[in-house]
């Protein structure tokens, strides 16, 4: 009757939630797969051995530097980023990013976004959501 109508709804906007999720963490995916390593002779210029053991690369289709990867985390920059930024301004942005992928940020972020496509419901997913994503850029 109208109960497992209702339930169904409810089960239909979660998996249109969590496909949608699973989706945007599949580019991510192929974004970096179809990026090219930056070079680690201006990457040690800008930061020492800081960022040695974690992957640094570049692509066009990326338009801000970002740590992506749940478990093997790599950072993302745009393409020529490191030609146009002075030595300390991408050691700025290369520790910026080294502290997202350290702190498995992008983990963090999908799993709360697996938890607010669950909850979408619950008044306070998207808040408690909004301020992860706002922790996590602190």
Do not use: F, K
Request: glycine content about 6%.
């Amino acid at each position: 009757g109208t109960l497992s109508a209702m339930a169904l709804t409810v089960l239909l906007i979660v998996l249109a939630r969590l496909t949608h999720l699973a989706l945007g963490l599949r580019a991510a995916g192929l974004l970096r797969r179809r990026a090219r390593p930056v070079d680690r002779h201006r990457l040690y210029d800008a930061c020492g051995y800081t960022v040695a053991d974690l992957p640094v690369e570049e692509t066009s289709a990326v338009n801000v530097p970002s740590a992506v990867g749940w478990l093997d985390p790599c950072i993302l920059l745009p393409l020529g980023l490191t030609q146009r930024l002075s030595t300390e301004e991408l050691r700025d942005v290369l520790l910026h990013e080294n502290a997202h992928a350290r702190r498995r940020d992008p983990l963090a972020l999908a799993l709360a976004g697996a938890a607010h496509a669950i909850l979408w419901w619950h008044p306070l997913a998207g808040p408690v959501r909004r301020a992860m994503d706002a922790a996590a850029e602190d």
